[in-house]
């Protein structure tokens, strides 16, 4: 490992919804350089993919771990072990993902942390930005019955590592123990710790939901307008699934089918004349783009059509119309971008 930067990163403990918070008991994330690696200290928090919270830096490449936790919700005791793809988290901690266009340049989705390019970000053309973000969060959300997913975070791209399966603890020994460190921890009384579990216990606890949220279809976005200098530059996705991920052009214009999950949020910017910049945001509807990915197959499209006038937008899958939430529209964008309307 001579000569090589060791990977920097925060561990994040995240939860569907705060009545599935978990505590955690023991924790280890091993990693290839040997350096000791660990979770948070107390419960999870924030929302799926995303805890809402920092932490102490640690440092390695993860390449697994071995967690115990407690779930108040159905009053297990939980052991997680697992190891994860290492020649994949090896590639991952060099990977920077882009998130502003650089000045003059073509940028790509993501470069690795030896490229000698220095970049600079249209988002300041009097300073010096790096236009890429390296790898800063590792994070694990905890949902019911020991499901397990884990992401790692690079700001405005997230990326799913996999869904994993954790197991209550039955082996006595080991049980006691568990039981034992999580009442010392949290200075509970055995009688408070009953309590407590009375109080929490919901029968109807499941990871259906969740496990619905990372299936993936064969789709992309596309967006159109009637308005002939309509110009589309950057487009973030916030994913059911936890995942987020940004496009910009060049690829955002070469965009191709693949598998995605089911977009929850979408955030996009474009222009149709020079002063002409606006903000587009749709919040889908849960219900109304599960039915309806339910019945495709094969390669599909999202067709995302802004009227011309920049007033309105309607959302399209293999041009039927898609019931949305809402959409909103800011116009006057402070954006640049290396083709925006001069």
Known sequence: MKNEKIPEWTAEMCHPANEYR?????????T?????????YGSSSGRWGDSGKMWTEQH???????????AGYDNNFYRLKIDFPVEKMKDLVRRRYAFAEVKGKSIEEFKYEDDPDLQFSLYNPDAAFES???????IFGFAPQ???VVWVN??????????YQSQAITEPEELEQAKKIHLKTWRFTPEYFDELAKKKYNPDASCALWDMYRIRYQWKPVFVSENPTFRIFEVNTEYYNGEKDQMFRPWLLENKRTDRALPRVM????????????????????????????????ENEM???????????????NNEKLEITNFRIYPNSHKEYNESYK
């Not at 390695?60 to 407690?70: F, I, R, S």
């Open 22 to 30: 978990i505590q955690m008991v023991k924790d280890e994330i091993f």
């Open 32 to 40: 290839a350089e040997g350096i000791h690696a660990g979770m948070p």
């Open 60 to 70: 390695g490449t993860p390449t697994g771990a071995d967690l115990t936790y407690y």
């Open 132 to 138: 890429y973000d390296p790898l800063s969060t590792l």
């Open 146 to 148: 020991g499901m397990v």
């Open 154 to 163: 690079y700001g405005l791209t997230v990326i799913e590592i996999g869904r």
């Open 267 to 298: 955030q996009f910017f474009w222009e149709t004349g020079k002063g002409e910049k606006f903000e587009g945001r749709i919040f889908f509807n849960e219900k109304e783009i599960f039915n309806r990915f339910k019945t495709v197959s094969g």
């Open 303 to 317: 067709q995302i059509k802004i009227s011309a006038d920049n007033r309105s937008i309607e959302v399209f899958v």
